[in-house]
């Protein structure tokens, strides 16, 4: 009987043990709620931004920059990670005539968003247009570098070499006193350049 009761003590003690060798030592943490997306990120609120992109538009092409800056800049405040509102800035800004202030918008918009290439691209256009060759092949290459594709950066590409090719047979045309290849073939490049 003793030895009954033994064993009943220690296929209980068995028992329990196993019991708690299965059962987890504490509770798992409940899963946290999901994240809401910010506020700009509404259905509402995406819908506003195209209306007010739409509305930049409209008066950028009625050559009213202020206001469209004024638009982009609340744009912009209300949706500081939506680079569209900051690039038509820098093309109101351009388009105004400011190309200091276009080519500081679009630099602070390739610092924060180097895979677009639109933005690139538009740089170098400025800094082209500014004889600065060296700057421009390096805004394209880096939007070629970001979307090999992307066509205009391409062609502007092959201006700005076209460029840099007439500025050397100029160089070239000067210290041969016009003699040699080198009269001929400024003349086609300038041909090319004058077809853009």
Known sequence: MVRARLLVASFAA?????????????????EPPPTPLPAEFSAEAMKAYAAGLKEARELLAQKRYDEAIAKLDALSRERPREPQARFLKAVAQSDRGDADAAIATLRGLAADFPELPEVHNNLA????????????????????????????????????????????????????KGKGAAPAKLKLVREALATR
């Open 14 to 30: 068995l028992v329990a043990s196993h019991a708690l060798a299965q059962a987890p030592a504490t509770k798992p943490p409940p």
């Open 125 to 176: 256009v400025h800094y082209a247009a500014r004889g600065n060759l060296d700057l421009a092949k390096a805004e394209l290459d880096l939007a070629i570098a970001a979307s090999p594709e992307y066509a205009p950066a391409i062609e502007n590409l092959g201006d700005v070499y076209a460029q840099l090719a007439a500025r050397q047979y100029e160089r070239a045309v000067a210290l041969e």
